[in-house]
Every structure is written in C-alpha cells, then in structure tokens.
C-alpha cells in the first residue's frame, strides 16, 4: 500500500471520528435514519450513492401502490358483496359504513404496518423485507380512506398527491441549493415542535378522561378551524423531518457508507413523504368538512 493511500485513509478515519462525535450530540427526528447518525461502518469499495437511495426510495414508493391496488382489487371481489356491519366518522362531515370483514383486515394491514415498523427501526437488516411490508399496509390504509371512506371527496387523495410532490420537490431544492441548512438550532427547534405536540396530545387524552373536562375537549376536536390549525402546525413538524432525512443522507453519502445503508436510508425517506401525504390528506379532509357544513 503506498504511503499516499495510508495518508488519506487516515485522514478519512479522523474526519469520520470528528464528525461521529459531532453527529451524537444532535437530535434527529426520523427514528429510521436516526440510526444513520451512529454508523462506524464505511466502505471505500462499495458506498452509499445517491442514486441508489433514490432507486429504493422509488421501490418502497412503488410498493405503496402496490398496497393501494391490493385494497381495490380485495374491495371489488371478496368485500363487495358482504354485509355492512357499523359506520365510522373518520372526520367531521365525513363517515364510512363497513363490514366485519373489512374492519378485520383493515386492522390487519394497520397492526402489519405498526409492527413491521419497529421492526425496520430496531433490526436494520430487515429493512428491505419490513419497509416492504410497512409501505404496502401504508398504501392500502391509503387506498381505504381515498376511495372508500371519503366517498364522492376521493379527488382529495390525488389534490393531497400533488401537493405532497410540491412539497418535497420545494424543500429538496432548498436543501441542495444550501438555503436551508441543518444546525443545531434547527434540530432545537424541532425537537421544542415535538415536545409541544407530545405536550399537546397528552393533555387532550388526560381531559378526556376527566368528567368536569371531558364536553371542553369534546368541543376542542369537534372545532374544525382547530383541527385545520393543529393539521398545519403537523405539516410543518413533518417538513422539518424530511429536511433532517436529506441531511442525514447527505452525510451517509459523503463519508462512505457502506452500500448495504442505502436501504435505511431510502426506508426512512419513504416514511416521510408517507406522513407528509397524510397529514396533507387529513388537512385537505378537515377543510373539506368544515366547507360541507
């Protein structure tokens, strides 16, 4: 080995040292690539690229309208002719009638998804197999909402599609024209978004399980201009997200990843674009409803 190529390997050993340490402080908020921060694994054969991760961001993507498909072929054949069995408000204005069958697999494809998502965040390897699986319940849950529970409103699935695109394709190209940069300010700020959504949430479920203010945060979710402003403020948190996705890919491309990382990288960028579709879906239905009535 020449003294050239040993030079620069140790250079590349203690860049990859310095920026690790650095990199442990900061918070991240995909819990997938989070996982990404840690890696002491590179490669100066076989690295990450960029063009792989987008690749497999394309083929969890696609296995999402997988699942879609798979939810309208079971709805044209086995569930069309069974019995409606309870009607559900997913939204105000907005209510689907469904049957045992459908309840079950629908619950089905949920715990699938919930389960093979832990899964992929804890057990990398498995990513290839359980991103699949996670992104195929994702499209049919999808697929569930767009065409079965919002009925004549179904447009909103692709108006929400459209904007979706917009947004990514927006923030990638702030991202990589360096108008936005990821500090630790930035992750301050979004980890502050978090706590307060957390905050939030917890304060609502504990009300409801008080009787003196149960009827207020009955009235708290039942207020559509709220739920409009809360769907905002998570639209928001999920933007910052994928920003923190870019520059955690960025990083597994320029210090060499190994190959194999491509994967969780990809699985993680797939998982937010998925949560951006749909906190905008929900945004677009709430809206909708508060229109309707």
Known sequence: MSTGRIYKMSLTMEHHQSVSKERISLFHANPVLNKLSRIKDYSDDSCASYQGIALKTCYFLVATLFGMLLQLILQSTILAGQPAWHTFSIADGFAVTVSRLEVMILSGALFCGFISNLVAIFVRNTVPITGTLYCLSEGYTISFLVFRALGNYSYLGIEA????????????????????????????????????????????????????????????????????????????????????????????VKENYAKEYEWSAAYGLSFTVLWIYMKILDLLIHIAGKKDN
């Open 161 to 252: 599609l459209l904007l979706t695109i917009v947004v990514v394709g927006v923030m990638s190209w702030l991202y990589t024209s360096g108008k936005i940069r990821v500090s630790s300010k930035f992750h301050v700020v979004l980890l502050t978004m978090i706590i307060g959504t957390i905050a939030f949430s917890l304060l609502l479920a504990i009300g409801s399980l008080i009787p003196m203010t149960r009827a207020v945060v009955h009235q708290l979710v039942q207020n559509a201009g709220l739920m409009v402003a809360v769907d905002v403020f998570g639209i928001l948190i999920a933007v910052l997200f994928l920003i923190s996705d870019f520059s955690l890919i960025d990083t597994c």
